[in-house]
């Protein structure tokens, strides 16, 4: 019997011992992260420091070469858009004359009318109107015009070169089962049937499309072809194993796999390849990751699978991924999300 206790203090020992061990670890990791986040935070060029403001960012301006961002400080004190200078001084947002924009300014409704689209933009698509026989439709807005109506598809989107998604009806699918319909707003690419739609940008975009069905047969089991699509609707680079493809911008696109990312040319060619840092999954792709792709020739904001960073066209990080969201504001501005904090970062230097 007292051999019997040694053994149970001793195997409670050893247990109590791997506890610690574990949780020293656990600490230890914590800290050396914390740390690599305070050297980050240092090492990089703040335009705006982070700091606790209702909004910020989201577009720049210039007056004199110097960028000014539109932010609201505190929603409880005063509930205007101002603007911020990189000195940290406050504007009233209609006080400050900026530069003219030297970028062509593009109009939209001759860019929409170019890319055949037959509604205007201020149309807008519904799906939960009181009409017993009508699904989805298309109104103006402050008209009672109804411009379109259809028993088959619902959640029409534009996804840009004269082409809308929408999904099925139909319920009885595992999956949201989508089509991409012309601007007549008829299915288009011999009825075929897609689980992910991307949006059209420089003649591409990221499908994955359901190679042995289409709308009249959706099989249970589905054979996915994964890829971009040319405006003739066929797969001219194949991704394999991908589970999201950004739009490209500038003949480059970046592509998720779940455990590596990487950037690819209007051919298909892998430019450069990282890890990950956290396996990912299709859904979380797709959710945190599309409305945060925007890139340039060399400079690409990346989802690692748990943080945002911006790496350049060689590889490097130019703001290390330790960010929970970053968006692109401009090619050398970036409002970063850190906790409870935004700020934004100043990449003219590199």
């Not at 190679?211 to 072809?225: S, T």
Request: hydrophobic letters at 35%.
């Amino acid at each position: 019997m007292e051999r019997k206790g040694k053994i149970v203090a001793g195997l409670l020992t050893v247990v109590l011992v791997l506890i610690g061990i574990i949780a020293f670890i656990g600490f230890y990791q914590a800290a050396k992260w914390q740390e690599a986040v305070r050297e980050e935070i240092q090492r990089l060029d703040w335009a705006v420091p982070l700091g606790h403001y209702e909004s910020l960012g989201g577009t720049v301006a210039f007056k004199d070469g110097e960028p000014y961002f539109p932010l609201k400080a505190d929603m409880t004190v005063r509930d205007e858009d101002e603007w911020i200078d990189k000195n940290g001084q406050i504007y009233d947002y209609d006080a400050v004359t900026f530069d003219a924009d030297e970028e062509k300014e593009v109009d939209y409704e001759t860019q929409r009318k170019e890319e055949g689209y037959l509604f205007p933009a201020d149309a807008y698509w519904s799906d939960d109107w009181d009409h017993d026989d009508m699904i989805c439709g298309a109104k103006l807005f402050q008209s009672e015009d109804i411009l379109f109506e259809t028993d088959q598809f619902c959640s029409i989107d534009e996804i840009g070169a004269g082409f809308y998604q929408a999904s099925l009806v139909e319920r009885q699918y595992s999956d949201d089962v989508k089509v991409i319909l012309k601007n007549d707003v008829t299915p288009a690419f011999g009825r075929s049937v897609y689980l992910q739609i991307g949006g059209y940008s420089e003649g591409l975009c990221y499908c994955e499309k359901v190679a042995n069905g289409d709308m009249d047969n959706v099989p249970l089991h589905m054979k996915i072809e994964k890829g971009y699509y040319d405006q003739n609707g066929r797969l001219v680079i194949p991704t394999g194993g991908s589970v999201y493809g950004t739009p490209f911008y500038e003949g480059c696109a970046v592509v998720y796999e779940e455990e590596t990312v990487y950037v690819i040319d209007k051919e298909g060619n892998k430019l450069l390849e990282k890890p990950l840092r956290k396996t990912i999954v299709e859904n979380q792709t797709w959710d945190e990751a599309y409305d945060s792709t925007p890139h340039w020739k060399d400079r690409f904001v990346i989802f690692d699978g748990k943080y945002y960073g911006v790496m350049d066209g060689r590889g490097n990080w130019l703001i290390k991924p330790m960010f929970y969201n970053l968006i692109a504001d401009h090619k050398d501005f970036f409002t970063v999300y850190f906790g409870d904090k935004k700020g934004i970062v100043d990449l003219r230097k590199g």
